[in-house]
């Protein structure tokens, strides 16, 4: 059957009506529920298509088909966007707005399709006259805001056939529109490894990237409905020459355990040729088919060819290692990685179960290096009363090795003290032994962080002082270590302002070396943050904090400080997310007070009248309040009311004659913008307006004493 | 009563042990049917107090909705969905589009969907929804809303049956239950959470007296 007879036409040189035929077929034949139709009929378009270009070359055309010029001349752009629209039509769409903003703001509702459409059956869709109004509200809708799951879109797709639209938006007019539409689908699905396209550029360039994103999502579309050894034959011609798309498919297949199918796109020599990714990637594959030795042999290869190995490759070899039995290699990599993805629940497992097959192995050894290797395990699965049973007695032992083991369980069991005093016997037989302690010193600053006394600082940490900020010019963790001895020495030692001056600089360069030495280590970035933010380095100490932040996301001073620092910086968006955020995680009321303080000003700074009353509600409650007012930003917070609407000011007017302190503030400044207020919120105040101007411009002593 | 509370052994015990986990975190006994002592009224008000507050279950009508609530999806029905979405990306992808959301609870959620894809692609967090089903029937036993104990093993067997070849071993049952928890709890993504939500589990994997640690998790499952 040839493409014309697919298409139940005659051999034409009619785009439109090869266009209008294709899509009254693509009713009966829908991705979802056809692929291999689907497929068939989009080659039989693709090949009309082409055909319909030879039949007109042959023909010699006149210059102006008839159905050409209507085509092109035919409003789509007046279709898709009504010209004019009506009060009623912006109501409803108003109303829709809502619906739409209510249900995306639906954590828990937003990610059911089931939702979506019950708001597109609603009545709300039914009031709009015109039926693309509502679609391209709902594409820019989805545009401006963040991703939904496959199954909404999917449900999108299916509801406003965006498949079909395809064919609508080609016109190359159009395509500023339909590029909207096709973002939001290639952002939405985030299938592919493409760069996004820009939205709305103007020269050709950006036509072709426009269909270049249409076929990433027709792909994506098919992607979906297609299992992996349909796709692979789907694609056979095309991955030939696109590595990208060969990988992405491989990706796919892998997804859905189509083992074979990763090995068949990707041998050794195609891995070559499509890059370092691959080799992760055969790696996994391996890895599931309990194929451990050429897991590693995959993994290892990618992690030669990065310049940093990422995590999941290092994950990749830890355990494939752990697969073949070595088990002390890959208990050394997955204790790394705990660290640094502590949400990875399956490496912490295969490291539990490694550490008790070790711990079991070395069960009843008391002494010697056994008895130590038992006790580091034990510590290190965070059995401290365990570990301190076997190595308590251990402890002329560990004396002599200069091992820590014994003062670091104390301080994991909170006692400092006895923490301390291990410390100190360790560092004094080290140096009757004449060692270098400087490590022992820093693991001590390390533990004991929280408790370090004066004392203990001059006898131990002071000695070492200048051996570790040697040290430290190398390395970043005995930076870090010295950045915190200045951090915490004026509080220690008797210092005076000079002095203390001098340590907050020698701070602040120890732990900007600490951070240029590890970029990305989120506990330098923490300390340098709260240095900067002390020192008044607002932007700094957001750029070190916002590093810091994901370290623990819940933290509840860094995210204090990052919403001040914001406020201070005048980005009231950031503010506001974080300032909301803190209030969060259980505030003392003073800080409440505080917190939803700046949320006032920044709310009303934007323009944000709801909000601003909200807030201001909220704190009229407060405890603090009362005491607080006249030393927070009221002065600041009446005179940003100005611009907002009538019901601001009002509000605030009444907070404000409601606090019995309010005779008691002391700045003539209050008196002027609370006279304006007054002024402007007209005749309703008027005689509350006189009286205070006669009580003001005769006594001259409102407010004051 | 005096019968009622004795250690299992075998097929029960392997029924049991599916709600371990809920079991280690409160302090139960974790080899017999019964949670804890029989005749310990406070401790049995107290849980009649959290059933009814945490599930909405005082008795056995409200306890079968919502077995059945867990039994038609549960949470795992949002991970699968999630999963399906973000499962497939590689990490680094994965984080480049996550830049663009605000949502730190999402962005956590879809974290731990991806991180453990590989692990738990065909099972999901069955085993948060499963493990919690078992204990709430051993829960049902002790404040006696089942008095029936043939009727106990029913239920647990019927469980048993759909959770075993779903999962390759206790630990990867464990896993699953993990990060199903975390999943549920999920604010953010930080050490210390993580750290709180695998507690549970690495104290069982380190209990060589745990039943995990003795049971064959293929044990053949038979009907009485």
């Known amino acids: 059957m040839d493409c014309w007879s697919k298409l139940g036409i005659e051999p034409t040189t009619n785009k439109r009506g090869i266009k209008i035929a294709y899509t009254e077929l693509l009713k009966l034949c829908r991705p979802d529920e056809d692929p291999e139709g689907f497929r068939q009929l989009r080659k039989a378009y693709e090949d009309a298509l082409t055909e319909s270009r030879f039949l007109k070359d042959a023909s010699h055309p006149p210059k102006q088909e008839p159905d050409t010029v209507k085509e092109d001349e035919e409003p789509l752009g007046n279709e898709t966007i009504p010209a004019v629209v009506s009060v009623e039509e912006i109501t409803s769409i108003t109303v829709l707005d809502q619906a739409l903003t209510q249900l995306y703001h639906d954590v828990d509702r937003r990610h059911r399709k089931e939702n979506w459409e019950a708001l597109f059956n609603s009545p709300v869709s039914f009031e709009l006259d015109h039926a693309r109004a509502f679609e391209d509200h709902v594409v820019s809708f989805v545009c401006a805001n963040n991703l939904l799951p496959d199954e909404v879109l999917t449900a999108f797709a299916l509801h406003f056939r965006f498949v079909e639209e395809f064919i609508r938006f080609e016109s190359r007019e159009y395509f500023r529109q339909a590029q909207y539409l096709y973002y939001y689908l290639h952002s939405g699905l985030q299938r592919l490894a493409y760069p996004k396209p820009e939205i709305l550029p103007s020269d050709s360039q950006a036509h072709l990237e426009f269909l270049q994103t249409r076929r990433m999502v027709e792909d994506s579309i098919i992607f979906r409905y297609l299992p992996p050894d349909e796709l692979l034959k789907t694609y056979q011609d095309s991955i030939k020459e696109d590595h990208e798309l060969r990988l992405y498919i491989a990706r796919y297949c892998l997804g859905y355990g189509a083992l074979e199918q990763v090995h068949q796109l990707l041998d050794s020599d195609k891995a070559a040729q499509v890059g370092g990714d691959a080799f992760a990637l055969l790696g996994e594959c391996f890895y599931r088919q309990r194929l451990y030795k050429e897991a590693l042999q995959h993994y290892q290869h990618h992690a030669r060819l990065c310049s940093e190995i990422p995590a999941t490759t290092s994950k990749g070899i830890a355990l494939s290692l752990a697969g073949l039995g070595e088990q002390e290699a890959a208990m050394e990599l997955l204790l790394q990685l705990v660290d640094q993805r502590p949400h990875d629940f399956e490496v912490r497992q295969k490291l539990s179960e490694i550490q008790r097959q070790k711990i079991e192995e070395l069960k009843g050894n008391t002494d010697g290096e056994k008895g130590l290797q038992l006790g580091q395990l034990l510590f290190d699965v965070g059995l401290y009363n365990e570990c301190m049973a076997i190595i308590k007695p251990m402890k002329y032992y560990l004396e002599n090795q200069s091992n820590p083991l014994l003062a670091k369980c104390y301080s994991k069991l909170g006692n400092y003290v006895d923490a301390g005093h291990e410390f100190y016997y360790l560092i004094q037989s080290a140096r009757l032994r004449q060692e270098n302690i400087v490590d022992l010193a820093a693991e001590y600053i390390l533990c004991c962080e929280l408790d370090l006394g004066p004392n203990q600082f001059r006898k131990i940490v002071g000695p070492e002082l200048s051996k570790l900020c040697e040290a430290a010019r190398s390395n970043a963790e005995y930076a870090y270590v010295v950045a915190l001895i200045y951090t915490r020495m004026p509080g220690l030692l008797k210092v005076d302002r000079q002095q203390e001056a001098d340590s907050k600089a020698k701070a602040l360069y120890f732990v900007d070396l600490a951070t240029s030495l590890a970029p990305n280590n989120g506990r330098y970035h923490y300390l340098r943050g709260s240095l900067m933010y002390k020192a008044n380095k607002d932007e700094e100490a957001i750029k070190s904090y916002e590093i810091a932040r994901p370290l623990d996301y819940a933290d509840y001073l860094l995210n204090f400080r990052l919403g001040m620092a914001y406020f201070y910086t005048k980005q009231y968006d950031m503010a506001i997310n974080r300032l909301e955020f803190t209030l969060g995680l259980n505030a003392s009321p003073r800080d409440e007070y505080n917190l939803a303080s700046r949320l006032i000003i920044c709310y009303s700074k934007l323009g944000n009248a709801e909000k601003t009353i909200e807030w201001l509600a909220k704190i009229k409650g407060n405890e603090h309040t009362k005491s607080n007012f006249a030393h927070t930003p009221l002065c600041v917070l009446m005179d940003n009311c100005m611009h907002l609407p009538p019901s601001v000011p009002r509000f605030l007017l009444e907070l404000i004659s409601t606090l019995e302190n309010i005779r008691e503030l002391e700045y003539k400044q209050y008196c002027d913008l609370f006279l304006l207020l007054l002024k402007q919120m007209g005749d309703e105040y008027d005689e509350e307006r006189k009286q205070l101007e006669h009580d003001y411009n005769s006594q001259g002593k409102l407010f004051s004493h | ?224």
């Open chain 2, 1 to 224: 009563m005096e019968n009622r509370q004795r250690e299992l052994t075998g097929q029960k015990l392997w029924l049991v042990s599916l709600g371990s986990m809920l079991a280690v975190q409160n302090g139960y006994y974790v080899k017999e049917l019964l949670l804890d002592e029989p005749d310990d009224e406070a401790r049995i008000n107290e849980g009649r107090v959290s059933l009814k507050r945490d599930w909405g279950i005082h008795d056995r009508e409200t306890l079968k909705d919502s077995l059945a609530f867990l039994d038609n999806g549960g949470h795992s029905r949002g991970y699968m969905d999630m999963a399906r979405q973000w499962g497939h990306i590689h990490e680094e992808q994965c984080e480049k589009a996550l830049a663009s959301i605000d949502d730190e609870t999402y962005k956590s959620k879809v974290r731990l969907v991806n991180t453990h894809h590989m692990a738990l692609h065909n099972c999901g967090i069955y085993a948060w929804d499963a493990g919690r089903a078992a204990h709430l029937i051993r829960d049902a036993w002790y404040l006696g809303i089942i008095t029936e104990e043939e009727e106990i093993w029913e239920l647990l067997l019927q469980w048993g049956k759909k959770v075993q070849p779903q999962f390759t071993g206790w630990d990867h049952f464990g896993l699953s239950y993990a990060v199903g928890r975390a999943y549920w709890a999920v604010q953010n993504l930080s050490k210390p959470f993580c750290n709180n939500m695998y507690t549970t589990l690495r104290k069982i994997t380190l209990d060589t007296n745990h039943p995990w640690n003795q049971l064959e998790w293929n044990l053949l499952l038979q009907d009485p």
